[in-house]
C-alpha cells in the first residue's frame, strides 16, 4: 500500500480513537491495559483493588494479540509481518512472561511473599532513616503506617511533629516473583510500551498516524509513599506547620 501524503493520514489519538480508529478492537484492548495500569498506580496501598487490576491489566494485555489477529483483514501482508512480529515480541523475556503464559492469574499468597515495606521517618515525603519492617504484607497500607506510628513515635518523631516535613511514612513496594525480581508497575510499564509499539506498528501499515506516551506512569514511585499527612491533611495545621511556613516569609 502506498503512504498516503500527511494532510490524509488519519491520527488515531486521543478520545477520537473511538470514532475513527480502522483497527478499534486493538486499539481499545490497548487502552483497556492502560486503564488497568493507572487503577493499579491509585490503588497501590490497597492490595485486593491492586491485585484486581493487575489481573486485569495482564488479560488486557495478554488479548492485544488476539484482537490485532482478528483483525488481520484490515492490515495488508498481516500474515507475513505479524510472523516477523511474533519472533521479536519472543525474544522479550518480560513480555514472554506477562504475555504466554496464559495462567498468570496473581494470587494473593503470590503478593505476600515478596511484598516489602519501609517504614520510618520521611522528610518532604522522602525517606530518611527507615528500616524495612516484618508486617503482615497483605494488609491496607493505612493500617501498616498505623503500626508504624506506633513504633517510631516518639524515637523518631516528636509526637508534636516540631520540624515542617519531618513525619512517619511508609514505602510499599510490590514484586510478583513469578514474572519479575523488580518492582511490578515499573515493569508492566515496559511490558505496555513494547505492545504499544506494536499497535503503532499496525496503525501506520493501513496510514493512520498513532501516538502514546507512558510520561503518565513516570511518577508511580511517589505512590509508593503513604506518610501521616496523607491520611489526614488536616495535620499540618494541627501541627502548626503551616503556621510556621506563613511567618517564615513574611
Ligand atoms: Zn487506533
Ligand atoms: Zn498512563
Redesign the pocket.
Known sequence: MSEKPETERILCVGANYTKVCPILATHDTFEQA?YH??QC?LNYHNPSQFRFNLNSFIQSLRNITFALQSEKRKIPDFDVWYSKKQEQLKENDLLKKFVEGRNVVVKQGMLESKSKVSSGLFKFRKEKACVIMDIPPFTESKNVLELAKKIWIPGFVAPEHIFIGEEIGIKREWVIESISEKEIISECNSAWIALGNLVGEAHNKICVDFEF?????HKYEEYQIMTETDLDPNLIYKWGWEEKKRKRKK
Not at 506516551?213 to 506512569?217: E, G, T, V
Open positions: 492502560h495500569l493507572h498506580i506516551s507512558d510520561y503518565c506512569h
